[in-house]
């Protein structure tokens, strides 16, 4: 994704909001064609701002964004809606028109495109088959549920064959099983169409199903960014520890040690199993008081609690957990309540407010 | 002249001559009206919506302005409007009383109430939805047609029917200085000459349309509502 041939292009972007309020603070990001890219960050953070400047909403104070070659900054009037039409957008409140059926809904952006008629109809019901709604062509948005309105949206915002597909919180008001549906979609979509994503969310589990590279930002700045195994592995990274949480442990003796082990790309130990192994090879009583164990892009990835018997036996854990290429530090009970606690201010939900 | 002792109800000579003209009167009055202030009334909303803070074209200026305007118009009684503009209306339809005079001054009456209505429908369309088609890359023009006016269609229906019925009302009151139609023959004979079977006539024929027209609004704007 370092190539020069970045879909999306964004050099050190401001954004200053009258009475000084510097929303973003000098972006800079690129994003290769083919990837689903994850922007995450707590609210406030600049999200929706820069998701607007993305989409030539807002004017930028400087800086510049290309997105597949065009520059969105400074294209006004009949360039900018040109410009826009290389982006298809899905919104968290989808945004579907209530007077218009699916299938008219989706011809739109064709509608706006000026394509042809009969052009139009081929085109729409290719895909109402892609988002897997060939049946409610003929249905208004308020005769389908929250999943299928959002398929039709990503319909839509897939009709004028963008080369990027921008999202913001796309499945923020859906419930668990429609999330994964429509992120599904989405990726099946990208293998498919080949197109470049943008997923702009606060849900680490949406980052976790189907980003291939996260950006984390905060106080208007990228302040972590890469792929996502590598953003996970980044022990310093606040985002490692929310893409792989630890789920909350209660029955902690105050002053209780605990080691801490972050499975991630090593060599020596692909996944859980061949952490255990290593354990009982080099007879290390360990018990495990809480666990993680997600499989990224194919990959085993995981966090865990060790409790070791006493001091002794916490080095020794150590000691063998290093040796196998292992990130593993000692904590506290103290230091995971407070993380805990930090961690559940982070989760609740959020409306992207502008 | 025929007094109120004579033969009642249908028997009755003024109910006998007048009364179907009076209902075509109120009839054609409404429909003239109800077509200009349509005419005019839903462009001036569609402009005080696009130039005001939250339109597609905020110019402030000219929004206060335009509203100061329509909430003037607005403020005068209608009563006092109908004769104050009798110069006006001689000018547009050549005379001052008969139906065709009185669908001048409730036209000019009902055009800024008509006109907030529809500003307010289309305030109502989720600003949501205006950016999603403003990112398929549509003008304002397209986006005034196919999103603002089409999604407040149905508000619009709604304050549309709200402003015929105020208008049927209104022909009453136009009937009070010669304006024609059922308000006149109910005053003239039902109030001034005692012809209580005449009022009794006018009120229920008044209501009749007012519930077909509420009626009729209802019905389509039930229709044109996918929500």
Not at chain 1, 259 to 264: A, G, W, Y
Not at chain 1, 274 to 279: G, Q, V
Request: aromatic share 6%.
């Amino acid at each position: 994704m370092e190539s020069a041939s970045s879909v999306i292009e964004l050099q050190d972007v401001r954004k200053v909001y009258p009475g000084n309020v510097t929303a973003l603070d000098g972006v800079s990001l690129r994003i290769g064609p083919g990837s689903i890219h994850g922007i995450v960050g707590r609210s406030g953070a600049g999200k929706s701002t820069l998701i607007r400047c993305l989409t030539g909403l807002e004017d930028l104070s400087s800086g510049s964004i290309r997105i597949d070659g065009r520059s969105m900054d400074r294209a006004t009037g009949a360039e900018l809606m040109k410009a826009r039409r290389a982006i298809g957008m899905v919104f968290q409140h989808v945004n579907l028109l209530d007077s218009r059926t699916a299938a008219r809904n989706i011809a739109h952006p064709l509608e706006i495109a000026g394509v042809p008629r009969a052009k139009r109809r081929a085109r729409v019901s290719e895909l109402l088959e892609l988002v897997g709604l060939a049946d409610r062509a003929d249905n208004y948005p308020a005769q389908l549920s929250g999943g299928q309105k959002q398929r039709v949206g990503i319909a839509r915002a897939l009709a004028a064959e963008p080369r990027v597909l921008l999202c913001d919180e796309p499945t923020s008001a859906l419930d668990s099983t429609t999330t994964r549906q429509i992120l599904q979609l989405i990726r099946s979509l990208r293998d498919r169409l080949g197109i470049t994503v943008i997923i702009i969310t606060h849900e680490m589990s949406v980052v976790r199903e189907i980003c291939d590279s996260v950006s984390l930002l905060e106080n208007g700045r990228v302040s972590r960014t890469g792929r996502l195994l590598e953003v996970i592995s980044d022990t310093t990274s606040p985002l490692s520890k929310e893409l792989i949480s630890l789920p909350p442990t209660s029955a902690l003796k105050p002053g209780q040690q605990l080691v801490e082990v972050l499975l991630t790309e090593s060599e020596h130990v692909q996944n859980i199993g061949d952490l255990f192994s290593l354990l009982a090879e080099q007879a290390v009583p360990a018990r495990v008081e809480a666990g993680s164990i997600e499989t990224i892009q194919g990959k085993q990835v995981g966090r865990l609690h060790l409790r070791p018997e006493d001091m002794q036996s916490a080095q020794r854990t150590l000691q063998v957990l290093h040796s196998a290429g292992l990130h593993a530090e000692l904590t506290t009970a103290e230091q995971v309540a407070a993380e805990e606690a930090a961690a559940e201010e982070a989760e609740a939900p959020r409306e992207g407010g502008r | 002249m025929p007094s109120a002792t004579d033969e009642l109800w249908f028997d009755n000579p003024v109910i006998e001559r007048f009364l179907v003209d009076a209902i075509l009167e109120t009839i054609y009055m409404t429909s003239a009206t109800g077509f200009f202030t349509a005419l005019f009334g839903l462009p001036l909303g569609i402009l005080l919506f696009n130039l005001g803070p939250k339109g597609l074209y905020p110019v402030q200026l000219f929004y206060r302005v335009l509203s100061v305007a329509v909430d003037f118009a607005r403020a005068v009684p209608f009563i006092i409007l109908m004769i104050w503009i009798i110069p006006f209306t001689r000018l547009v339809v050549g005379a001052a009383i008969g139906w065709e005079a009185a669908v001048v001054p409730l036209t000019i009456g009902a055009i800024p109430f008509f006109a907030r209505m529809v500003e307010n429908s289309l305030r109502e369309v989720s600003w949501g939805k205006v950016e999603a088609v403003q990112m398929m890359g549509a003008s304002k023009l397209h986006i005034t047609w196919n999103v603002l006016l089409r999604e407040g269609l149905p508000g619009i229906v709604g304050g549309f029917t709200i402003t015929v019925v105020t208008l049927i009302s209104f022909t009453a009151m136009a009937g009070a200085v010669g304006g024609g139609g059922l308000g006149q023959l109910a005053i003239n004979y039902g109030y001034h000459r005692y012809m209580g079977d005449v009022m009794l006539i006018c009120v229920i024929l008044l209501v009749v349309i007012v519930t077909a027209v509420q009626y009729t609004g209802n019905y389509v704007a039930r229709r044109i509502d996918h929500r």
